[in-house]
Each structure stands twice: as structure tokens, then as C-alpha cells.
């Protein structure tokens, strides 16, 4: 394992702690389906926006070589700590420009839930010159939020339209409506036509882990930040009291659906 140079960029890493402990993987039927739709070499992939590199730990299991792209220097430091990492995978701390590897040279270009923060211009562009012929870009992303079940759902969904709407970056956007993610990727020319399927991903968690997940996502971690202290701990507290109202057992089932992107270098 190895980093590039460091630099200090610091984006979601001040949030370490609820992406380490509440984000789930994928569920294994996605990466089957990627890898299912590769034809020819499994020798390299980047992993871009690689996080705390839950889908770059999955790719090293398939390719030679994973190179994990994560500009959030603390994120891309859990990477390169985690002791169950293999060897055959190296951080890039830094964007997808800072990619030197040859062109007509990659298999697969991965994008987990991290396309929409990215120029997606330049980058299609720059992944259409390193990918091979037929290698692919994959776009996995989740919802604004995850599908709750039954009465669960509603309430999340008014409390995200009558307040954390109001937190969210636009470039989220893509998280709500799919087809932004269609057209993005017909926008550069040499691709096959999208590929789109999904994958339901069910846990059943308890209500604090419902919440830390929830503290995970950017525009819930935006919205806590504008409170004061105190007006944070009350909302916390009275979150979870709600949210343990939709369950008897303390348990609730939560579907962390997935969406996935494909399109094929000609």
C-alpha cells in the first residue's frame, strides 16, 4: 500500500466517525453485476471518491491492482489504516486529476456514491483517454435517503423536505432524480447508451444506528452544524425519541437501495 503526496484537503473527514461506524456495504449483488459486465482484463480499477474505501476493499478481492482516489485527506487516512486493506491497494490522496496512469490502460472506473461531487465534464473526458476499449464507469448511488419502512418513511420524509431540504448541496440533486445521472453520462461521446439497474440493500438497525447513519449524510451534518450546541443535543434527543415511537422491537428495516450506472468505453 502506498499515498501520494499529502495535501490538506478535508471535505467529510470531520465526520470520520459516523462514516466508519454507520455506513453499510453494498450489497454483494452490485458488484457481481459490475464485474459481470466486464468483458476482457480485471487488471486495474480506480476507485474515485473512494471514502473510507468500503468498494475499493470489495474490487481488491477481483483486480490486480485498485488505485482509491480520495481528495478528504482524513477519509483517504482510514484507507491506508484500515489493517484488513490489501496489499494490491494504493491511495491517491488527492482528485481524479492527479491520475498518471497511461491511457487505453483501465478496466473499470468506479464512482460509489461520489460522481455528483465531481466535474463530470472533465471527468468523463479524462476516464473516456485512461479507460481501455469496452472498459467501464460505474455509478452507484443511494437516495437522498434511505427507504424506511412503513410510517418511518413518511416522518423522515417530512422532516428532509420541511428542513434538512434546506442544508442540501445542489449538486445532490442527482440523488433525487436519476435521469441527471443519465444525462451527465450521454454528455461525452465514445460511450455506450447507460445501462441503469438497482438493488435493494436491507438492514434492520436500531434507532441510534438510524441516526448515526443519518448524521453521516452531508446535508443532515450541515443542518446540525447551524444549531448551537445545546439546540444540537435537544434535536439528537428528540430525533430518536421519534424514531423509537416506529418500532416495538427497537429494531427497524431499512432499505439502503442502490442505483447503478454503466456505460462502455467504444
Not at 448541496?169 to 450521454?186: A, H, M, R, T
Request: hydrophobic fraction near 40%; glycine fraction near 6%.
Amino acid at each position: 500500500m502506498k499515498a501520494s503526496k499529502e495535501n490538506k484537503v478535508l471535505l467529510f473527514g470531520d465526520n470520520l466517525y459516523n462514516y466508519e461506524n454507520y455506513r453499510p456495504n453494498y450489497p454483494e449483488a452490485l458488484f457481481a453485476s459490475i464485474v459481470g459486465s466486464l468483458s476482457g482484463t480485471t487488471k486495474t480499477c480506480i476507485d474515485v471518491g473512494a471514502g473510507t474505501g468500503i468498494a475499493s476493499s470489495v474490487y481488491a478481492n477481483t483486480f490486480d491492482h485498485v488505485i482509491a482516489v480520495e481528495p478528504d485527506v482524513l477519509m483517504a487516512d482510514s484507507i491506508l489504516n484500515n489493517p484488513n486493506l490489501k496489499n494490491n491497494v494504493s491511495v491517491i490522496k488527492g482528485d481524479f486529476g492527479e491520475v498518471k496512469n497511461e491511457w487505453n490502460t483501465i478496466d473499470l472506473i468506479n464512482c460509489s456514491s461520489s460522481f455528483h461531487w465531481l466535474e463530470e465534464d472533465s471527468f468523463l473526458k479524462k476516464a473516456k483517454d485512461l479507460l481501455r476499449k469496452e472498459g467501464l464507469i460505474c455509478v452507484n448511488n443511494v437516495n437522498i435517503h434511505p427507504v424506511f419502512n412503513g410510517r418511518l418513511n413518511d416522518y423522515i420524509q417530512e422532516e428532509f423536505n420541511a428542513i434538512w431540504k434546506n442544508f442540501m448541496n445542489e449538486k445532490l440533486n442527482d440523488l433525487i432524480n436519476k435521469d441527471l445521472v443519465v444525462e451527465k453520462l450521454k454528455s461525452v461521446a465514445g460511450f455506450t447508451s447507460p445501462e441503469t439497474k438497482s438493488f435493494n440493500n436491507l438492514k434492520k438497525i436500531s434507532g441510534a444506528d438510524l441516526i448515526g447513519f443519518i448524521s453521516s449524510l452531508s446535508y443532515f451534518n450541515t443542518f446540525l452544524k447551524s444549531l448551537e450546541s445545546e439546540g444540537r443535543k435537544s434535536y439528537l434527543s428528540d430525533f430518536l425519541e421519534r424514531v423509537e415511537k416506529f418500532s416495538d422491537d427497537g429494531l427497524h428495516l431499512v432499505n439502503f437501495e442502490v442505483h447503478l450506472f454503466l456505460i462502455k468505453k467504444l
